[in-house]
């Protein structure tokens, strides 16, 4: 692996994509990962922000909330799987006005410290939302990545994030994914083309 970021430095960041109950809360998730795998990203998100925090890092929480059907709708591919048994099947029933899949998990949020974007609409956390202009006003340029769903939103993340010369970093163990099959995939993805990929403890170490 080619030498890593330098995790100590003033310009490093959180953030962590998607931690939301419409994931990760089993009793109301309209896309859920497996209960044990949300237990398990729960808790290696927990310890990484703990030690972010301790170490004054920023913690920034991107999530997915739209305004409407309409407005989910209007990507073809979603529109194409919608009521299907793709896994993402319920995209249209996601992250509505008023849904209980809108409040982050309370495990990973610590609302006197971390900022938190609630515009995404897309898989890429950077398109039409503030947290180009949050990372960049406050001289942020390393971030560790964590969050769901490793082949899609942390994948397209990672990838805008990296042609937007960032140096990315997602944290293995505080990203899965509802396809499981392709996590280690997209993980391999982005080693080879768009950023590193470390374990929590290797973070948390560097941190």
């Given at each position: ?19 939301h109950r419409g994931h990760l ?29 301790n170490r004054g890092i920023p913690v ?148």
């Amino acid at each position: 692996m080619s030498v890593l970021p330098d995790l100590a430095a003033g310009d490093v960041a959180v953030v962590t994509i998607d931690l939301h109950r419409g994931h990760l809360d089993p009793a109301v998730a309209t896309m859920p990962l497996p209960a044990d795998v949300c237990r398990r990203v729960l808790a290696a998100n927990a310890e990484l922000l703990a030690a972010a925090r301790n170490r004054g890092i920023p913690v920034v929480h991107v999530m997915t909330a739209y305004n409407g059907i309409k407005e989910i709708a209007s990507n073809p591919w979603w529109a194409a799987v919608a009521d299907t048994d793709a896994t993402r099947g319920n995209v249209l029933r996601h992250q509505l006005p008023g849904s209980p899949g809108l409040e982050l998990m309370p495990e990973i949020l610590d609302e006197t410290y971390d900022l938190v974007v609630r515009t995404k609409k897309r898989y890429d956390c950077f398109h039409a939302t503030e947290l180009d202009h949050l990372l960049r006003s406050r001289g942020l340029r390393t971030l560790l990545v964590t969050g769901v769903n490793t082949n899609s939103c942390v994948l397209a993340t990672t990838v805008s994030g990296n042609v937007k010369d960032y140096a990315m970093v997602v944290v293995d163990g505080a990203v899965d994914t509802m396809d499981p099959q392709l996590h280690e995939s997209a993980l391999a993805l982005i080693r080879q083309a768009f950023g590193w990929v470390i374990t929590v403890k290797e973070a948390v170490t560097a941190l």
